[in-house]
């Protein structure tokens, strides 16, 4: 009974990423996303779009691995892709974090989810390269969908978008180029600074 507590305590305790508000708005522009919607989102991609990962990828690891990569900012919050002052600390902070949420779970299943979250940090693997395509490629296809409406409030520009990813075709090339074609387009439209 001990571990379904911790179980259950954890299952409640990760109901808070749903209140994380990221910069991306939804593919109608009504609203921003939270944390557990942009997990949901990459489980799915991850199912759909494994036919394009460089290597091949073991799903029972991806899906777990993009579920779970963003619980620690339950406690780190949400730094945007394209803040650098945001990004100082951040490893300390999720860290921090992530030892707290892991150890609330039975030590057996702690100890998988953390070394999930450390080898999507490392971008070692094939499966952590292709879950960090994923986390890269979503935002640019709600960014499309919604008429580049995040990257014009915040004067992204092109040289940002490109730092950001520029390991993402180590996990798929050609979703690296599909990407390239919708930053090109969005510079044409304006929402992207050309620079």
């Known amino acids: 009974m001990e571990r379904l507590k911790k179980q259950m305590g954890f299952i409640v305790e990760v109901d808070k990423v749903k209140k994380i508000i990221r910069q991306t708005y939804l593919a109608d522009s009504s609203r921003k996303e939270n944390d557990a919607e942009h997990s949901w989102h990459l489980a799915l991609m991850a199912v759909l779009l494994k036919e394009y990962a460089n290597e091949e990828v073991d799903l029972a690891k991806v899906i777990p691995m993009v579920l779970i990569h963003d ?3 339950i406690d780190a919050g949400d730094t945007y892709a394209y803040d ?5 600390g951040k490893r300390e902070r999720e860290t ?4 707290r949420i892991f150890a609330l779970l039975p030590e057996d299943q ?3 989810f953390r070394a999930l979250w450390e080898e999507f940090e490392a971008y070692e693997t094939a499966e952590a390269k292709f879950a960090h395509v994923l986390d890269n490629c979503q935002p640019l296809l709600l960014n499309d969908a ?4 995040s990257w ?9 978008i490109y730092k950001r990813n520029e390991r993402t075709a180590d996990g798929s090339r050609e979703i690296w180029e599909y990407m390239k074609e919708l ?3 969005h510079i044409r439209l304006g929402h992207v600074i050309n620079e």
């Not at 650098?84 to 100082?88: F, H, I, P, Q, R």
């Not at 921090?96 to 030892?99: E, G, M, P, V």
Request: a negative charge; charged letters at 30%; proline letters at 0%.
């Open 71 to 73: 619980l620690v900012e």
């Open 96 to 99: 921090k974090a992530a030892d």
């Open 183 to 185: 930053v090109d387009k």
């Open 84 to 88: 650098a002052a945001g990004a100082a």
């Open 152 to 160: 014009s409030e915040h004067g992204v520009r092109k040289s940002q």
């Open 146 to 149: 919604s008429d580049g409406l």
């Open 110 to 112: 702690g100890s998988w």
